[in-house]
């Protein structure tokens, strides 16, 4: 019975970080670094393509590359998202992301799920006979997102990713 009281009074939040977590946060933190250099890269591909569409949304070679950029960003992000989202959690529960930051990033992970639901239904229909509306809406849609992302990586590089760092180091 003391056992069992012992293991309901003992939290994982009271007790000093396990030893595996520090090194695994930190990687998850070095690794989204690197994967936002990345995104970086592509993200001003991306807005390349959408640009150029936007120009001239009659131009399939515009189109196709426009499309190609989508599907090699489109592979990678959700995940991702994920590994960021459990990150913000992680820190969330600390009290290391302020309430402004933590509102901020929910209204833009909402915005990232409607722009990435539209390219998905639009980019459907690319390979078919389209007007050059439906280019243009992608294009348009294309550029919205990779706005978006530029902010987004720049708010974690910015903001949340020295947060976690601070809240795990300074355990």
């Given at each position: 019975m003391d056992a069992k009281n012992f293991a309901l009074r003992k939290s994982p939040c009271n007790s000093p970080l396990p030893?595996?977590?520090?090194?695994?946060i930190n990687t998850m933190v070095a690794c989204l670094g690197v994967e936002h250099r990345k995104l970086n890269g592509l993200d001003m591909r991306r807005a390349l393509a959408?640009?150029?569409?936007?120009?001239?949304?009659?131009?399939?070679t515009a189109s196709q590359q426009a499309l190609e950029v989508w599907e090699e960003i489109r592979?990678?992000?959700?995940?991702?998202?994920?590994i960021e989202d459990e990150l913000v959690s992680w820190?969330?529960?600390?009290?290391?992301?302020?309430?402004?930051?933590?509102?901020r990033?929910?209204?833009?992970?909402?915005?990232?799920?409607?722009?990435?639901?539209?390219?998905?239904?639009?980019s459907l229909g690319l390979d078919h006979e389209l007007t050059a509306d439906d280019r243009s809406a992608f294009a348009q849609t294309l550029l919205a997102l990779a706005r978006t992302l530029d902010s987004h990586v720049e708010r974690y590089d910015g903001g949340v990713l020295p947060s976690i760092l601070r809240a795990l180091f300074l355990k």
């Open positions: 030893e595996l977590e520090v090194p695994m959408a640009s150029r569409l936007a120009d001239d949304p009659g131009a399939i592979q990678d992000l959700w995940s991702h998202l994920q820190g969330e529960a600390r009290h290391a992301i302020p309430s402004a930051l933590l509102d990033l929910k209204n833009e992970r909402q915005e990232m799920r409607n722009l990435i639901t539209t390219l998905h239904e639009r």
